[in-house]
């Protein structure tokens, strides 16, 4: 078993302004300025970064960008939904790497984050070293259908904590939204924040395989809103992406070397995206696990992804 590597601290710390003016993004950077540069992308959409997210990596072999997209973690404004697509989370990798001087660099996200990977890849294949992704989400409308609906049938207990705070109206997962766009926005303070930890629970429940557990309780009332409602943003609207946009564009990272960890047990984005990914790449290095859930945290998660993470870096000679 590979425990994650220590922790270390940030060589860089800073706030960038995006592009457009409207967000400060809080960047970090790890590692060694000589070693294989590398982007890490967080989960959500609204997620914020771990702090545990770049012990995935010896820091004596990478040069690690980490950073909260818009609205989310500890950037401003926190929840923010204006400019906030998926176009400009893109615009904001092109704007953070150009900043750090990152010219070719890996890309490391799972979830939406593996998402982000790889739309970022397809469109800068120039820029990219190679992808290590966990626990892959398409955004295919059958993604979002699963998620937010199919998924109620394994979990009945925790869909109806999910759908009481829209008063049990569930017969879609459009219904799931249009619900929650009016508890998400409601003026009584109480009806956002039972709303927004509801959302937040479903999702952590489902990546852990335990429609009992409590909230993790990691995050402030004001990131835990930011996250729901940036997510359901997102999600509702199809991530601003046409459903098969990301396997209809793998021509274009044949010859880049890529790796992707995915749990059998993952109920959050099932172990099909992985199979139809491998299909549309086959030089993909797959590693189906079979205890693991979509936590990025447990044993076999770990273990797969410093493996890879050392893989790519003796590829290229750190």
């Keep these: 078993m590979h425990r994650l590597y220590p922790a270390s601290t940030a060589i860089t710390r800073d706030c960038i302004q995006t592009r457009d ?10 590692g060694n300025p000589d070693g294989l540069p590398v982007v890490c992308l967080h989960g959500g959409p609204g997620a914020g970064t771990s702090p545990h997210m ?3 990596f010896d820091a004596t072999r990478f040069r690690i960008l980490c950073f909260d997209q818009r609205g989310s973690g500890d950037s401003t404004p926190v929840g923010g939904l204006t400019e906030n697509t998926t176009e400009h989370l893109l615009d ?7 900043h750090v001087g990152f010219k070719r660099f890996a890309l490391f996200g799972g979830s939406w984050g593996a998402t982000l990977a790889l739309l970022y890849a397809q469109r800068h294949p120039e820029h990219t070293l190679g992808l290590i992704l966990r626990g892959l989400f398409l955004a295919s409308a059958s993604d979002i259908d699963w998620l937010y609906f199919e998924a109620r049938d394994g979990y009945p207990r925790a869909w109806q904590d999910f759908t009481a705070p829209i008063g049990g109206d569930a017969s879609s997962a459009d219904a799931v939204f249009s619900g929650y766009e009016r508890v998400l926005n409601s003026p009584d303070p109480f009806l956002r924040k039972r709303a927004a930890r509801a959302w937040n629970l479903w999702e952590y429940r489902l990546s852990i395989c335990d429609e009992s557990a409590k909230p993790k309780g990691d995050m402030t009332l004001s990131q835990e809103y930011a996250m729901a409602r940036i ?3 997102y999600i509702s609207q199809s991530c601003f992406i046409d459903s098969n946009a990301l396997l209809s564009q793998m021509s274009e990272l044949q010859d880049i070397p890529g790796y992707l960890v995915h749990g059998v047990l993952d109920d959050v984005c099932r172990v099909s995206n992985a199979e139809a990914l491998k299909a549309h790449w086959p030089a993909l290095h797959l590693e189906i696990l079979p205890n693991a859930s979509h936590c990025a945290f447990s044993d076999e998660t770990i273990t797969s992804l410093c493996q890879a993470t050392a893989h790519l870096a003796s590829r290229y000679g750190h």
Excluded: A
């Design 21 to 30: 003016g409207q967000y400060q993004l809080p960047i970090s950077v790890y």
């Design 54 to 56: 770049h012990r995935f």
């Design 231 to 233: 997510e359901h943003h």
């Design 92 to 98: 904001d990798i092109e704007h953070l790497t150009t």
